[in-house]
């Protein structure tokens, strides 16, 4: 696809990731930290991320965490972008694998530039909807004497 | 002349991100299926990357396989 990087600068990679959401609020930074820290160990150079946060998910997926099975209908989704040379990425993912709390992840070759738009096109609809303006300016503007149409409506009444 | 049809086109979209969930719902039925490119009007290499882009949306739970 993207055929934009040197071997030594490496290519850019995504990783995406769902958090088991058993670990709570409060350790999910400890879990973000573990993938990070496992993407530092490969010498990665990262790009940008995003915080995992809870999201519901179209479908429930399940892992065996501590032998038993687990059933989730909501998840912590978080991606971290990330530059590295592609032969480092089959560990990554043999590490990440390994993790008990990542439900599921994916890793992707991508490009260096944001890729999302989505907040944009939302924004810009939510825009479109607005109403547009009732006055009309190229219309006369048409004098009104009242007293000529109370005359007129008498003299209807009076017929 | 025609004029551009392709959304991602349109847009300036040069990558098409799985995880662009508002911008994937466009290019599915009601019942979770892709739009075949003759109902999406977006061109051949860019339905090409938006029918991956689905797909890892669906594998990823960000989207259904089937829906209804």
């Not at chain 1, 687990?70 to 390994?98: D, H, L, M, Q, S």
């Not at chain 1, 547009?132 to 000529?148: A, G, I, T």
Request: charged content about 35%; aromatic content about 8%.
């Amino acid at each position: 696809m993207e055929e934009n990087a040197t071997k030594e600068q490496g290519r850019v990679y995504e990783i995406g990731f769902h958090i088991a959401p058993i670990v709570g609020d409060e350790n999910v930074a400890h879990e973000v930290s573990g993938i990070k820290a496992l993407l530092e160990k490969a010498k990665v150079e990262v790009v940008s991320e995003d915080f995992p946060r809870l999201r519901a998910l179209s479908y429930p997926l399940s892992k065996k965490i501590k032998g038993a099975k687990k059933i989730f209908t909501e998840c912590y989704f978080g991606w971290v972008k990330f530059e590295v040379n592609p032969e480092a990425i089959r560990e990554i993912e043999k590490e990440v694998e390994k993790l008990e709390n990542v439900v599921r992840f994916l890793i992707i070759k991508t490009v260096k530039e944001n890729t999302l738009y989505g907040a944009k096109f939302a924004a810009k609809e939510r825009m479109s909807f607005k109403k547009p303006d009732v006055v009309k300016k190229d219309e006369p503007k048409v004098e009104v004497d009242v007293v000529e149409v109370d005359k007129a409506i008498d003299d209807l009444i009076v017929e | 002349m025609k004029s551009q049809q392709c959304f991602f086109k349109q847009n300036n979209i040069q990558h098409i991100d799985y995880k662009d969930i508002d911008i994937l719902k466009r290019f599915i039925n009601p019942h979770g299926r892709i739009l075949a490119k003759k109902r999406s009007g977006v061109s051949a290499k860019n339905q090409r990357n938006l029918a991956l882009a689905i797909k890892r949306a669906r594998f990823m739970a960000l989207m259904p396989f089937v829906a209804r």
